[in-house]
């Protein structure tokens, strides 16, 4: 994917500054300045886990002497990023950066450690219970797995119509024909409203989850890893679907996944991850086109590819990502990045605008 | 014979299937294929295609109500199809050795790491425990872990997903296999990590001159890692060539939908070219060509099963249509 391993340390161009038109004038928002605008909106939003959970699991024998063991997982450390009406952002990166736990902290599944998430105007991240209802309907998630993510015990019916009764989008006369329609929008027959997902195939399950999703009319739906777990042959037409149904009913998609051939096919906009920051945040092709964080360049040099055949003995870097308990102090890159600098190894880099709607965190971008 | 001198695997009309009581599975059916020194064949499918059936139907791990109905799996010159189970014992895990999907579940979470290398070496080798050690230690080495010594005392649940999987390498290459079957050996993997083990793999393959099967649904990968690809598609070989033949002319209308529908290669935002339909159940297939009902380039004569034939230079397709043209 990477064209050149150069970071290059002018403006290239062609990509440069003022060429490019404006951000907003197509739709596509700058998260520092037009705030106001976007559908949803993450604030310097923190994800902490105890590893311990409790004072039980904290005592520790150690070294002679009874301790207290306090380890906390770092799962997403200060992310701020802003979905606009219409766009889809992908969110990629490796196991364990954080991808899911942001998108499951938006949802509310996960409450926020520290951190501000705004629906429109109103902060939700606080928000729990009754309190969440009325946002919830708008936020919805497709989850990765279609064998666990559906209650076996519930027909289709109940459990597409349940958030349509909850949520007071149809009464109970109208649920029939309510299911029916989202089972027809998601090529699923009617005749199976009355079945049990084990009937199912992987793809038709996950058409349900989506079917589900989309009962109470969401205006975001998050898609976490949404078609990893599908046969290749079926991905195609979930993602297919996917696009058909943005167009149709107006969605805005976050996009949790690794697949990078995916995440370039279906997103507007990238934003990636690693160990809970969000390192690099562009339009898909122009990060695509040149990757401007060390990261983002070694995470799709990695992606195989159909047009170049040819076995590369590999300029893939031998080390794993470091765990989100101890977190290397400045860059948390700088353990695997091939450009270094001393300053990686204590000042930690800010994620800033380098072009005009292209946000990368790396100090290479400060020089020259 | 003198032909076939460097041929380590040949696999002819293999078929397994599984009787359950709702009727007969053909799991794989009538599959064949062969391997050389140095080569690695990659198998792709879709799941249920029989990929991993034909990967475990060589080791003879195939259990009741399951069985190999037909065929001769010749490794080394021998036909392990026909050979009792004593024997089998003997080369599996030893000349012939397998690296498996999730190495989360294929290590066992309470023994120590080198407890289950030196195992492997003592199965098949007759060597003291000071050997053992050492060895476990150069294989470690060898897949690229450090300070293996310490390493060994420890358990699978202090190693990382991609730090597993190694450990599994390095177990099948233990007893120095002239073969390794991996079944998907890289799906549970991120993908730095998947290019990382890999391209360890190959390296390894090559070294030893060995041999590879790598099975895999990631065609992509496939293209990038294997000398050979096999095209499964409920149960039987669809095609066959070498990577160049079916990633750049790919004969079989499912290859050609396979690669059409990788995202990615498409403009973008587009809809995707897509396969309609699914895999047919095993147990119900069409009459004739198994891809039928999905087939854009379906026809009358199509209810016949085609055959595997040759369409030039080695390149092997199951379509009518591909022979035609």
Known sequence: MTRDNEISRDKPQGIGGNQLPSATSRGVLDPQQNTSQSLLRVEDLIKHFMVQKNIFEQIKWQDGRIRRVRQVVHAVNGVSLAIDKGETLALVGESGCGKSTLAKTIIG?????????????????????????????????????????LNPRKKVMEIVGRPMLLHGITDKAGLKDAVLDILAQVGLDASYASRYPHQFSGGQRQRIGIARALACRPNLVIGDEPISALDVSIQAQILNLMMDLQEKFDLTYL?????????????????????????????????????????????????????DLEFKDSTILEDEVPTPIDLPPGCPFHPRCPYAMERCKTDFPVLREIYPGWQSACHLNDTG | ?????????????????????????????????????????????????????????????????????????????????????????????????????????SLDPVFTIGFQIKEALKAHQDISNAQTQHK????????????????????????????????????????????????????????????????????????????????????????????????MYAGRLVERGSKEQIIKTPAHPYTQGLIASIPGTQERRRRLRQIPGMMPNLMDLPEGCPFLPRCPKAGKDCTQRPALVDIGHGHQAACFRSQAS
Not at chain 2, 31 to 47: A, M, N
Not at chain 2, 148 to 176: C, N, T, W
């Open chain 1, 255 to 307: 996009f949790v996944s690794h697949d990078l051939s995916v995440v370039k096919h279906i997103s507007t906009r990238v934003a990636v991850m690693y160990l809970g920051f969000i390192v690099e945040m562009a339009e898909t092709d122009k990060i695509f086109a040149k990757p401007n964080h060390p990261y983002t360049r070694l995470l799709f040099s990695a992606i195989p590819t159909l047009e």
């Open chain 1, 109 to 149: 599944l996960h409450q926020p450690t520290a951190g501000s998430i705004y629906y429109g105007q109103d902060e939700i991240g606080g928000l729990t219970g009754r309190q969440r209802l009325p946002y919830q309907r708008r936020i919805q998630i497709i989850f990765q797995d279609p064998f666990s993510s």
């Open chain 2, 1 to 105: 014979m003198n032909k076939n001198a460097n041929k380590i695997l040949e696999v002819e009309g293999l078929k397994t299937y599984f009787f359950t009581r709702k009727g007969v599975v053909k799991a794989v059916d009538d599959v064949s294929f062969d391997l050389e020194q140095g080569q690695i064949l990659g198998l792709v499918g879709e799941s249920g295609a029989g990929k991993s059936i034909s990967g475990f139907s060589i080791l003879g791990l195939i259990d009741p109500p399951g069985r190999i109905v037909d065929g001769r799996i010749i490794f080394q010159g021998e036909n392990l199809a026909a050979k009792p189970e004593a024997e089998l014992v003997k080369i599996r895990g030893n000349q012939i050795s397998m690296v498996f999907q999730d190495p989360q579940t």
């Open chain 2, 136 to 231: 476990a230690e150069e294989l470690l080495r060898m897949v690229g872990i450090p300070s293996p010594k310490q390493r060994l005392r420890e358990y699978p649940h202090q190693f990382s997903g991609g730090m597993r999987q190694r450990v599994g390498i390095a177990i099948a290459m233990a007893s120095d296999p002239a073969l390794i079957i991996a079944d998907e050996p890289s799906t549970a993997l991120d993908v730095t990590i998947q290019a990382q083990v890999l391209t360890l793999m190959r390296r390894l393959v090559h070294q030893r001159n060995s041999a590879m099967i790598l099975i895999t649904h990631d065609i992509a990968l496939v293209g990038q890692f294997c000398d050979r690809i096999c095209v």
